[in-house]
């Protein structure tokens, strides 16, 4: 590995953790995706016009990699369309307008034999209630798909086989999250003890391990003293430098077992560790004990057009205007939306998208925090290659995509990118480098499906 970063002051910070997560009412409208980044569509249950209650299935999860969609609020659905969703990929979406009362779908009376279940059961429960895995490379796939092993968190749709669920040796939990000023997971961790300690069992029963690794930022006394109040699981509390992108999962597992993922397409099963987010582990218990739904999503507002910076759970499909609203509008006008974070987030045209279950973050910049791009041509400076924690060689990189030479790109290892960004933050050209790698990777994408057509 090569060296980390010590990224990065914000002018804006993260919310204050002394604060509760904030509970959004349900919109007028959600736009819901059909599918996740890295998912395939299920088979589709709702015609337009029909009318549809909160929790109701709008897919059916029928494939290895397919995970049910629900709808968030009751209502009509108005349209299914094709729109692009955050990463810029068409996708097919759901428009439920808002109509009669409203109810959260509150799930089946508590079930307290769930973890007595199988684990095939276990699986398939989580799969009909449409829990997704923890963002390893950029997106998500199901949770279900990760614990029977099918390795499609690889962005290049690879496989790399079956493997039994008994492959799964260590349970990492993390209760942070990897980029700055998002706190969603740790936010989470300040809720009811009672329930943290029965997500943690439920995940674990789940993975089919007697003990979970809780990975808290180091210098977070708060956070040990929580975990360590937990009986209902046996808990190691296992704490991490998260100094940005030291919290990505595969620099996690080199921190806390000093083991490597195999290049250049390791997924952390390969070294028996499935690592998992305490927003999930929540999305778990929620299926087995309550057979309750995905449909609400915990989101980090900040930005300089926001007035502080909150935690806010959101319905599944809630435009970015609504949430706009919510707050009473901007501060000031934004030059840049972004979902997800300041460095791996997606810059958006506009608030008409729906928060999707990928989103952790809305960001939303003035004019004074995004300079206007003065892209210069490349120095050699190897700055670049200094900070990569991927040990790849950026600067080649960007050069291979940048001049269409996208299988030369592949062969350096282009897939291994984890997209932290920081190869670009630091270039003193100002060359959008990972710009340059996403595109590469969609268009070696586009190579290998032609290639396996032949
Ligand atoms: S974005 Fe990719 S290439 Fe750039 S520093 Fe991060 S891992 Fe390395
Ligand atoms: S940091 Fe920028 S200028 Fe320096 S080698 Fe990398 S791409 Fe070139």
Redesign the pocket.
């Given at each position: 590995m090569s060296g980390s970063?010590k990224l990065f002051s914000l002018p804006w910070g993260a919310p204050s953790l002394k604060e509760s997560i904030i509970s959004m009412s349900s919109p007028e409208k959600v736009l819901i995706p059909l599918r996740s980044s890295l998912c395939t569509t299920g088979e589709l249950l709702i015609s337009e016009g029909d009318v549809v209650t909160a929790g109701q299935p709008l897919t059916r999860a029928d494939g290895i990699n397919a995970v049910a969609v629900h709808a968030s609020i009751a209502g009509k659905v108005k349209r299914i369309f094709l729109q692009k969703d955050i990463q810029g990929e068409d996708i097919s979406f759901v428009e439920i307008e808002r109509e009669g009362k409203q109810e959260d779908f509150k799930g089946a009376s508590g079930n307290q034999d769930c973890l007595k279940m199988s684990q095939d059961e276990m699986v398939q429960r989580i799969t009909d209630c449409g829990v997704m895995g923890a963002r390893f490379r950029p997106g998500c796939v199901p949770l279900g798909t990760k614990i029977k092993g099918a390795g499609c968190e690889d962005t290049h749709g690879q496989q790399e086989g079956m493997k039994s669920v008994s492959a799964i040796q260590k349970l990492v939990v993390t209760v942070f999250d990897p980029e700055p000023p998002i706190t969603i997971n740790r936010a989470l961790l300040n809720g009811d003890r009672d329930r943290l300690g029965k997500a943690l069992a439920a995940l674990a029963a789940l993975a089919g391990v007697g003990q979970v690794h809780v990975a808290y930022p180091e210098d977070d006394s708060e956070a040990r003293g929580i975990l360590s109040s937990i009986s209902s699981v046996r808990v190691v509390p296992s704490p991490v430098d998260i100094s940005y992108?030291n919290g990505s999962v595969r620099l996690i597992i080199k921190q806390l077992f000093n083991e490597e993922l195999p290049m250049p397409d390791g997924v952390p099963l390969d070294c028996g560790i499935m690592v998992e987010t305490l927003e999930n582990a929540f999305g778990v218990l929620d299926a087995l004990e309550n057979k309750k739904p995905v449909t609400q999503k915990v989101i980090t507002i900040a930005g300089s057009c926001f007035a502080k910076s909150v935690n806010i759970q959101v319905y599944i499909g809630t435009p970015l205007s609504d949430i706009v609203d919510y707050f009473g509008g901007f501060k000031e006008e934004p030059k840049k939306i972004i979902l997800g974070g300041p460095m791996r987030g997606f810059a958006q045209v506009g608030l008409d998208i729906g928060i999707t279950k990928e989103v952790d973050a809305f960001i939303a910049l003035s004019g004074k925090d995004v300079t206007p791009a003065d892209i210069k041509p490349c120095i050699n400076c190897g700055e670049?290659i200094n900070?990569?924690?991927?040990g790849?060689l950026?600067n080649m990189?960007y050069l291979c995509c940048e001049n269409q030479y996208i299988e030369d790109a592949g062969q350096n290892n282009l897939g291994?990118?984890?997209?932290?960004?920081?190869?670009?933050y630091v270039c003193p050209s100002d060359i959008p480098?990972?710009h340059y790698?996403r595109y590469g990777k969609k268009a070696l994408k586009v190579l290998e499906e032609a290639e396996n057509e032949e």
């Open positions: 970063l992108p670049c900070v990569c924690p991927m790849l950026p990189l291994v990118c984890m997209e932290c960004g920081s190869c670009g480098i990972l790698i």
